[in-house]
């Protein structure tokens, strides 16, 4: 299929939309991508009754989620189009695999380049992708070990990124299986509360409602906003001091926690700063530390 097909599959699905019964929402009954979920991973509003989509924005749409122009996926090579066709996949309907998946199986990819200082060709990233989407889907730190040794790389540490990552699907089950419960916290067993995310406090923080029906990108778009990035974009393209501090913010929001103590320490923070800093300009990294000196204080 050519990406010119991939394109009117989008507006077909669009073309499904509809007010749902109290006509204040609009739905779609797509047959081909969730266009719900690329609208919303993209920030597109499309509450406006006069909000157009034609072919032209569905090519420009798929350029966006490729991360190319569209002139390049269409003239590129064999391999590079059936990566850029894997990218897509996955925000089929009933797709095997999800966007996260092939963020994190981009990461496996470019860590392999820069651990073994090479660049692979189309051809070699292209089997990776399928490695990673379909055999290895569920890589995880502790079976690293376990792949093949044939260029695929060791992960020392985990990135904020993948923390947060891993974290959204971890709040998800939690968000999931509060609702179940009627957000009565009492009626569920958390052996280690910590563990798990106080989610009245991060729907509260995030302006969310118990009712929505959240997918796994909503969940990290939630996560970003309760850290204070604008959404899971900004994240995603701070420093990773920046990431760090964000880090150190969700950890508040546990059960057991409270998140107000961000507050205290962003007034401590800023105080700190400037008084270890006066005029001189601090970096991000100066920042994080503040913060976790800040934090320990707070916490213990």
Same mark, same amino acid.
């Given at each position: 299929?050519? +990406?010119?097909?991939?394109?009117?599959? @989008?507006?077909?699905?669009?073309?499904?939309?509809?007010?749902?019964? %109290?006509?204040?929402?609009?739905?779609?009954?797509?047959?081909? +991508?969730? #266009?719900?979920?690329?609208?919303?991973?993209?920030?597109?509003?499309?509450? =406006?009754?006069?909000?157009?989509?034609?072919?032209?924005?569905?090519? /420009?749409? #798929?350029?966006?989620?490729?991360?190319?122009?569209?002139?390049?996926?269409?003239?590129?090579?064999?391999?590079?189009?059936?990566?850029?066709? @894997?990218?897509?996949?996955?925000?089929? #309907?009933?797709?095997?695999?999800?966007?996260?998946?092939?963020?994190?199986?981009?990461?496996?990819?470019?860590?392999?380049?820069?651990? &073994?200082?090479?660049?692979?060709?189309?051809?070699?990233?292209?089997?990776?992708?399928?490695?990673?989407?379909?055999? %290895?889907?569920?890589?995880? &730190?502790?079976?690293?070990? =376990?792949?093949?040794? $044939?260029?695929?790389?060791?992960?020392?540490?985990?990135?904020?990124?993948?923390?947060?990552?891993?974290?959204?699907?971890?709040? @998800?089950?939690?968000?999931?299986?509060?609702?179940? &419960?009627?957000? =009565?916290?009492?009626? #569920?067993?958390?052996?280690?509360?910590?563990?798990?995310? =106080?989610?009245?406090?991060? @729907?509260?923080?995030? /302006?969310?409602?118990?009712? $929505?029906?959240?997918?796994?990108? /909503?969940?990290?778009?939630?996560?970003?906003?309760?850290?204070?990035?604008?959404?899971?974009?900004? +994240?995603?393209?701070?420093?990773?001091?920046?990431?760090?501090?964000?880090?150190?913010?969700? %950890?508040?929001?546990?059960?057991?926690?409270?998140?107000?103590?961000?507050?205290?320490?962003?007034?401590? !923070?800023?105080?700190?700063?400037?008084?270890?800093?006066?005029?001189?300009?601090?970096?991000?990294?100066?920042?994080?530390?503040?913060?976790?000196? !800040?934090?320990?204080?707070?916490?213990?």
């Amino acid at each position: 299929m050519t +990406f010119e097909h991939y394109a009117q599959n @989008l507006l077909e699905d669009f073309n499904t939309r509809n007010l749902d019964e %109290n006509g204040d929402i609009y739905t779609y009954t797509p047959k081909y +991508f969730d #266009i719900s979920e690329i609208f919303l991973s993209y920030e597109i509003y499309d509450d =406006d009754k006069d909000f157009q989509f034609n072919i032209e924005d569905a090519r /420009n749409l #798929i350029s966006i989620i490729l991360e190319d122009s569209w002139n390049n996926i269409i003239n590129a090579n064999k391999y590079k189009k059936e990566i850029y066709e @894997l990218k897509l996949g996955s925000y089929k #309907i009933n797709s095997q695999y999800d966007i996260n998946d092939f963020d994190t199986a981009t990461f496996w990819i470019e860590s392999t380049e820069r651990d &073994n200082d090479i660049i692979l060709d189309d051809e070699e990233k292209l089997k990776l992708y399928k490695y990673y989407l379909f055999e %290895n889907k569920n890589i995880s &730190n502790e079976d690293i070990n =376990d792949l093949p040794p $044939d260029g695929i790389p060791q992960k020392s540490n985990q990135t904020t990124v993948d923390y947060f990552k891993q974290q959204a699907k971890f709040f @998800l089950k939690d968000y999931n299986l509060m609702k179940e &419960n009627g957000f =009565d916290q009492s009626k #569920i067993d958390f052996t280690e509360p910590q563990e798990h995310f =106080d989610i009245i406090n991060v @729907l509260t923080k995030a /302006n969310k409602s118990r009712d $929505d029906n959240l997918t796994l990108m /909503n969940a990290q778009y939630i996560l970003a906003k309760i850290c204070d990035f604008k959404n899971w974009d900004e +994240f995603l393209h701070a420093s990773k001091a920046k990431q760090e501090i964000g880090a150190l913010k969700l %950890n508040c929001y546990r059960i057991g926690m409270d998140p107000d103590i961000i507050e205290s320490a962003k007034m401590l !923070v800023a105080h700190e700063l400037f008084a270890d800093f006066v005029d001189d300009d601090y970096t991000d990294d100066d920042e994080l530390a503040m913060w976790e000196h !800040v934090m320990r204080r707070l916490l213990f």
